[in-house]
């Protein structure tokens, strides 16, 4: 019998596949918030069963905006994945994080304007905490298969920053890039929100390896971001993530450590089971069901 996915995968600008899975095939994914953003890929790293996603499609055929978040992450979760590494392009906002360092964001500001951010809502209403938005447990396990894997030992480590999350799809105007910077923020993407938020409504212990590509538009001396600057550095990025993905995917399947995800509903729905409708019962059952998961 194959074994549920443990841990997922969604692989953003440059990462539309994992070299390292075994046994690997395709699996179509239905949910009720309409199709993910391609098929899935299915197998295993070692012992550790994996479910990889490619988040604009493969081929790169989805803007940011257009990723059905929801959808991603409600086929993750209906397939069994309690532990999600998310993969990411990002320009700087700081001088001194530097393109091809790596960071892993621990706080987030959600600037999108034109996404759907949560599962809740329609007769069933939740408010889950944000103020840690990513699981701790992965982000050390990350740093760790960091500093295990040759090539990112040498790169620059951030253990910690703020991710600005913007609409996109143009990069910022200068004005704006300022704003981000006064904000507080450290790196800048399109993409990791809702989907941070969705994975905790899911009670998917989540984390961002976010891998800077450009200084975005505000340094005095170096180039403006554009695509074509920031998918020049992904290359290396993504060769790079290839190797640290699939360790720190074995160290997970070997760890299984804790997280706050598992109960992130217990305190933050508001509606009785028996006063929800039906079918909006029918749609959230995946996650309000942790039976099987329970921490
Ligand atoms: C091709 S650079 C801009 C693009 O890259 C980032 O996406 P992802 O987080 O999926 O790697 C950024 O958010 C933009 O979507
Ligand atoms: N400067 C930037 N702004 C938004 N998303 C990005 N992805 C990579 N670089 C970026």
């Given at each position: 019998m194959t074994q549920r996915p443990l841990a997922g995968v969604i692989g953003g600008s440059g990462l539309y596949d994992m070299e390292a899975l075994e046994d690997a095939r395709e699996v179509t994914m239905d949910t009720p918030f309409g199709p993910p953003s391609d098929a899935f890929v299915l197998g295993r790293i070692g012992d550790t069963p994996v479910a990889f996603l490619a988040r604009h499609g493969r081929g790169h055929r989805l803007l940011p905006s257009e990723v059905n978040y929801r959808a991603n992450i409600h086929a993750m979760k209906q397939l069994g994945v309690r532990y999600l590494i998310s993969v990411s392009a990002v320009g700087s906002l700081a001088p001194d994080r530097a393109p091809l360092d790596l960071v892993l964001p621990d706080q987030f500001i959600d600037l999108t304007k034109r996404r759907e951010t949560s599962f809740f809502g329609d007769g069933v209403v939740a408010h889950v905490s944000m103020a840690q938005p990513v699981c701790h447990a992965v982000r050390e396990v990350l740093a760790s298969a960091i500093a295990a894997t040759p090539g990112a030992q040498e790169r620059q480590l951030h253990r910690q920053g703020t991710y600005v999350c913007i609409e996109g799809p143009h990069f910022s105007s200068l004005a704006e890039s300022r704003w981000y910077q006064a904000m507080g923020g450290h790196i800048i993407g399109m993409t990791n929100m809702p989907e941070a938020k969705l994975a905790l409504e899911a009670q998917i212990a989540y984390a961002s390896l976010a891998m800077i590509t450009d200084y975005?538009?505000?340094?005095?001396?170096e180039e403006n971001v554009s695509a074509d600057l920031a998918l020049r550095n992904l290359l290396s990025n993504a060769a790079l993530a290839q190797q640290v993905v699939a360790r720190a995917v074995a160290m997970l399947g070997s760890e299984r450590p804790a997280s706050h995800a598992f109960d992130a509903l217990r305190t933050a729905l508001v509606t009785p089971r028996e006063r929800m409708p039906a079918h909006r019962l029918a749609a959230l059952e995946p996650l309000l069901s942790d039976k099987e998961h329970a921490s």
């Open positions: 975005d538009c505000w340094h005095p001396h």
